[in-house]
């Protein structure tokens, strides 16, 4: 290990108390999107206290942040992100019991995802002084990644410009950098509107809009069989009406359409609109189109993650008591064995039916996946690496098997567990961030292989120029 990337180990070591407290902080504040102002105020005052310079309130958005320290080049960014998922909470116990009831729960694991981030850059900047390093490292506070809304505007208001390579961690139940793309995906809601009657009396001077909502669920339905098998179709009636005996008037769905790649999201997206036209024509509603946001697939970087993970291997994965063991048994057991078996199978893991009978697994694995294209969901950081070499990696927080957006998952970030999960990956991105500042031959080669990834792409964003980000978000949850 260098004496630059020891530094780093150092402080994370000495200041292991101080990141357990602010992951643990930010999982019981548990913000949904948009709304995560008192976890970046938390993260804001330390980085602060640090030494950095912040830049609040980004793109438009309370929330979002840039802390910045050093000088020079190259500028390496570390990413956080900040927001919980409505209607999980859950104590830090193996069963489900709400901490509060109808709550946000952080079943994602942003709340290490924040912290690895602020405390990685804390401590590359102590080796930045201690060994007068020149370059800059930056932490971004990033919002509302679950509605794919935080980073995606923050890459077209230019907020990542100038950045060199960008880290992420996000929880996992492996420790692992995977190659991976995951999907492309636009976000939508459609309002159809039509006219209320009496639905017994004079159902005939009615027009439903539900019905109009309902004939475009049934075309995208069919849409399916015509489209490739990892493009997914979702949606939600936010509204379909009150009383069954007034037919209703207004409705609203919400979309997600996502495909492997963002040529195929536009082409499905115009086949959609076009069936909620089809919609309009057979119940006699009208609609309006609500685009609310939209991300690239996946661009992984070889060279980042495998340096990733030889800093995994250096560093050593966490090691857990009989207590931490018997915890995480017991949370094992919600998920029926079949579900678990069927899982690791679909896993694209390395030998993952190995885990079958193991709860928190401790290897770590080359860097793999890279034969994936698209499949299952998305994420806004598809746009940073759409626009520099960007790699985000895993380090085991969540049981095995068990399912992600889940109580589960909430759960087990509140205890010992995922507080060594987080120190772990502070440890990993700081060497790895360090290994880009002092090493370029790395930053070289990282550079390279995405211009390669990029060859016949260029980065267009799908956001309209004029669209601002849904701050309607920020009013308080029913």
């Not at 942040?65 to 390496?76: D, E, N, R």
């Not at 102590?126 to 800059?136: M, N, P, R, S, T």
């Not at 980042?304 to 030889?310: D, G, H, K, R, S």
């Amino acid at each position: 290990m260098s004496k630059e990337k020891q530094v780093a180990l150092d402080w994370v070591d000495e200041n292991r108390e101080l990141l357990t407290e602010v992951h643990q902080r930010i999982w019981e504040f548990a913000e949904v999107g948009l709304q995560e102002l008192k976890t970046a105020k938390v993260m804001i005052e330390i980085l602060e206290k640090n030494g950095f310079t912040i830049e609040r309130g980004v793109a438009g958005m309370p929330s979002a942040f840039v802390a910045t320290y050093g000088s020079g080049k190259p500028v390496i960014g570390l990413m956080g992100e900040l927001d919980a998922l409505p209607g999980i909470s859950n104590k830090a116990v193996p069963y489900k019991e709400p901490l509060v009831e109808g709550g946000a729960g952080h079943g994602c694991g942003h709340n290490s995802y924040a912290t690895t981030a602020m405390g990685a850059a804390i401590a590359v900047k102590e080796a930045i002084d201690k060994h007068k390093l020149k370059g800059i490292v930056k932490c971004f506070g990033c919002p509302a990644e679950e509605t794919l809304v935080g980073k995606v505007f923050m890459v077209r208001d230019g907020v990542f410009d100038g950045v060199d390579a960008c880290l992420g961690h996000h929880p996992g139940s492996s420790n692992s950098a995977r190659l991976s793309s995951g999907n492309a995906m636009n976000s939508v809601k459609f309002e159809f509107y039509g006219k209320a009657s009496h639905a017994a009396g004079s159902p005939h001077q009615g027009i439903s809009a539900l019905d109009g909502a309902e004939l475009m669920n049934i075309g995208v339905n069919f849409l399916r069989e015509h489209v490739v098998q990892e493009a997914r179709m979702h949606y939600v009636i936010e509204d379909g009406g009150h009383e069954p005996n007034v037919v209703p008037p207004y409705a609203r769905s919400w979309y997600y359409v996502r495909a492997p790649i963002r040529a195929l999201v536009d082409e499905y997206y115009e086949r959609v609109l076009k069936i909620a036209d089809g919609a309009d024509l057979m119940a006699g509603t009208t609609h309006t189109v609500k685009f609310l946001t939209g991300v690239h697939n996946g661009m992984p970087n070889r060279p980042l993650a495998e340096q990733i993970v030889a800093n995994m291997r250096e560093i050593g994965a966490p090691t857990y008591t009989e207590e931490e063991l018997a915890w995480a048994r017991e949370l094992g057991k919600s998920v029926p064995r079949e579900q678990k078996k069927n899982g690791l199978l679909r896993s694209h893991l390395p030998n993952a039916i190995e885990l079958l009978d193991v709860d928190l697994n401790t290897n770590i694995y080359d860097p793999y996946g890279e034969e994936i294209k698209g499949g299952g969901g998305s994420s806004d950081v598809a746009d940073v690496a759409w626009n520099m070499p960007t790699q985000q990696f895993s380090t085991a927080y969540f049981v095995v098997g068990c399912p992600g957006h889940s109580w589960q998952h909430t759960a087990i970030g509140g205890t010992s567990i995922t507080h060594k999960s987080t120190i772990f990956a502070s440890k990993v991105m700081a060497t790895t961030a360090l290994d880009l500042l002092s090493r370029p031959d790395l930053l070289r080669a990282a550079k390279e292989d995405w211009k390669m990834r990029m060859e016949g792409l260029e980065y267009k964003s799908p956001l309209p120029p004029n669209l601002k980000p849904p701050l309607d978000q920020l009013k308080p949850m029913d």
